[in-house]
């Protein structure tokens, strides 16, 4: 659902769809997409009319369609396990099929989940700073330079309370 210039502001959305028929036309970037590399299926949040919370729509992209690209794996810190790309999608021709649930309704599904998502986020990246903490100060305490420990030197108290 991040866009640049609009990060994860769900009703600024400015990806669109537009009715063509039997498919809509899909027009708009992603960024910031997990495993955007590797899936074969992205569900994207797409603007289907100008109403701001009840104008999105949730539908499924498929590898292979015309126009839907990936760009650049973007570098990051950690969970090196699954890649986080760019997503670009150029009149990319979507079957009416591909739209997961209701045309309207892809703001309420995303907000029904979204909250338990982001904590989920913020406990894991708690978990995993207070034992990147802990293994620093197992280290240094453990470490010597200078005839002591380097946890009893100054300075690393200060890194370490910062």
Not at 90 to 116: A, I, S
Request: proline share 2%; hydrophobic share 40%.
């Amino acid at each position: 659902m991040t866009e640049p210039g609009a990060g994860s502001d769900l009703a600024g959305i400015r990806t669109s769809a537009v009715d063509a028929g039997d498919h809509f036309i899909v027009n708009g970037a992603k960024t910031f997409i997990t495993n955007g590399q590797n899936a074969d299926l992205v569900i994207t949040a797409v603007r289907t009319s100008g109403e701001r919370h009840g104008g999105l729509t949730l539908m499924v992209l498929e590898r292979g369609m015309s126009g839907f690209e990936r760009g650049r794996n973007l570098d990051k810190l950690g969970l090196h396990c699954q890649d986080t790309s760019e997503l670009i999608f150029t009149d990319v021709k979507v079957p009416k099929t591909n739209v997961l649930g209701e045309v309207g309704r892809g703001f309420h599904y995303v907000m029904g989940n979204l909250p338990q998502e982001r904590m989920q986020i913020a406990v894991g990246s708690l978990g995993r700073a207070r034992a990147a903490l802990r293994w620093t100060v197992d280290y240094v305490r453990g470490r010597a330079a200078f005839g002591k420990s380097i946890g009893a030197l100054q300075n690393t108290r200060f890194t370490l309370a910062d």
